[in-house]
């Protein structure tokens, strides 16, 4: 069993709509991004709140660059534990991706060549991150507006070996999922249908946007119904164990958010969370 089992739907946390956050009757997990929980000092306002009422709070990586040539940073490794530590958090993710290369900082997340060479530096930051890590580490694939050439493994190959050498749970961003098919001419429900969905620890779901004719994972926009339709078509396949919506900017009205957070709900087939 993992460990949100049960959890429902969720939410990422966010300061601007910790209120709204707060005031969601039925919420039993939500994520918060890691790096801006401080290692030391009171915990951003509600996040304890939370805890108190029962909420799982994952932390979310985003700087790790578990990706990267270069191994981890340890004083990064070390800032994630201690989120978890003082989130009491029953998992923590990260993105399969690199932020930095040679000192230089990239200010996104970019995605790693499918390669063998790769899943080799992968798997060693993977490994050195779960050492100091008191719970299980889920890794997320990313959307991607580019692939590398010369990919040697499909994605879904690259991502079960992955999963298999390093035993990390997936945490599945199936808005990832139809970017990527959509901006590769590809069918989403293919990768679905290759992918070890029984290793899945939760699932995002968020908004996008084209632009020049590619499909941006922008988080600023409403969930769009395909990609509330692929969420569906995930459930058919198995039970997630628990789903949560992404927002990142340009916040809706309240009432707009829980009609999204119903939807994505609905579209799993889980309890509402109003």
Request: proline letters at 8%; glycine letters at 8%; a negative charge.
């Amino acid at each position: 069993m993992t460990p949100l089992a049960g959890r429902g739907v969720g939410i990422g946390w966010r300061p601007e709509i910790s209120g709204f956050v707060a005031q969601l009757p039925g919420l039993r997990f939500a994520e918060v991004v890691a790096e801006s929980v401080h290692a030391h000092g009171d915990l951003p306002a509600g996040l304890g709140e939370l805890r108190a009422r029962g909420v799982a709070v994952v932390p979310h990586g985003v700087k790790l660059s578990l990706g990267g040539a270069e191994p981890v940073d340890p004083a990064r490794v070390a800032h994630l534990a201690s989120c978890a530590e003082r989130l009491q958090a029953p998992l923590v993710s990260e993105h399969i991706a690199f932020v930095r290369a040679g000192g230089v900082e990239a200010g996104h997340l970019l995605p790693v060549p499918r390669t063998r060479e790769a899943v080799d530096a992968i798997v060693a930051n993977v490994r050195r991150t779960q050492q100091d890590l008191d719970v299980p580490l889920a890794l997320e694939p990313i959307a991607a507006l580019f692939d590398w050439p010369d990919a040697e493994l499909t994605e879904a190959e690259f991502l079960t070996e992955l999963l298999d050498r390093t035993d990390a749970l997936l945490l599945l961003d199936i808005a990832n999922v139809y970017a990527n098919a959509r901006n590769r001419g590809e069918s989403p429900t293919d990768l679905l249908d290759r992918l070890p969905l029984d290793r899945i620890a939760y699932v995002h779901v968020a908004g996008g946007a084209e632009h020049d004719g590619l499909y941006h994972d922008t988080h600023t926009d409403a969930t769009p119904p395909e990609v509330l339709d692929l969420l569906t078509a995930l459930c058919d396949r198995c039970t997630p164990p628990a789903v949560m919506l992404e927002r990142d900017g340009h916040y809706p009205p309240a009432d707009a958010l829980l009609k999204e957070l119903d939807a994505i709900a609905d579209a799993a087939g889980l309890a509402r969370v109003t």
